[in-house]
């Protein structure tokens, strides 16, 4: 990624892509930057294969469960 931001949200009763969308709004006010990408542990993907999110959203084991690691990446650029 060329810039990145890790969030933090341990609330069972907030579905992933709904995280993902407060992150991203929050790093678009806070960089000025519409983020692309989001990686997430595994385990926070569960059964699901694709999440509808206007983000590309990756699995990552250097991700701990509970943090999402979103910005820019410069493949997507």
């Known amino acids: 990624m060329i810039s990145g ?3 933090f949200d ?3 009763k907030v579905d992933l892509p709904h995280k993902i969308e407060q992150a991203a709004k929050y ?3 806070k960089y ?3 983020p692309d990408t989001c990686f997430v542990h595994p ?3 569960g ?3 694709t999440i509808e999110a206007p983000l590309d959203v990756k699995a990552s ?3 701990l469960v509970h943090h ?3 910005g820019v990446n410069k493949e997507n650029r």
């Open 27 to 29: 790093y678009k006010k």
């Open 10 to 12: 341990n609330d069972p």
């Open 61 to 63: 084991e250097s991700v």
């Open 32 to 34: 000025g930057q519409t």
């Open 68 to 70: 999402l690691w979103i």
């Open 5 to 7: 931001m890790l969030w």
């Open 47 to 49: 059964e699901m294969k």
């Open 43 to 45: 385990k926070m993907l």
